[in-house]
């Protein structure tokens, strides 16, 4: 399953299989898809990444975010909106601060490259079994 952040991309958890020497492994990793305006992204560069069709994509979930912080849903899309909105006026101005998500990772902007660089803590928490091959292809 996959999350839609309006106006910044799409988090979800793929399934790759890798070949060993005995055998084919499937780790799940992290991958961030991002969908922001391209006029914000003047002379950046930034990594293509293809959803696999299979994985269902749902809308950030205001209400359950609501639960985690005490504040009407309506405020927390506000909150979300307003900071996505403020982030791609710094990218378009040149100045790309990085871009702090919880226990997931951070989006960042380095010698014009503009990536998603996941917390080991959060690979290892999708993959239990092959944690070092997944931190690998991560």
Known sequence: QGVL???????????????????????RRPVFQLDIDMSCL???????VVMPGDIEIMPLDYWWLSQTNSLPPDVVRGCV?????LYSFQLRDRQPPAFAF????????????????????????????????AL???
Do not use: K
Not at 5 to 27: K, R, S
Not at 42 to 48: N, S
């Open 81 to 85: 909106e307003e900071t996505v909105l």
């Open 42 to 48: 003047r002379e950046l560069v930034f990594p293509t």
């Open 136 to 138: 690998l292809l991560t």
């Open 5 to 27: 952040v309006p106006g910044l991309g799409t988090f979800a958890v793929v399934h790759e299989p890798i070949n060993g020497t005995e055998e084919v492994y499937v780790v």
């Open 102 to 133: 919880d226990n997931i990772g951070i989006l960042s902007c380095q010698d014009n490259v503009l990536c998603m660089q996941f917390h080991c803590s959060c690979i290892a928490g999708l993959e239990s079994r092959d944690t070092w091959v």
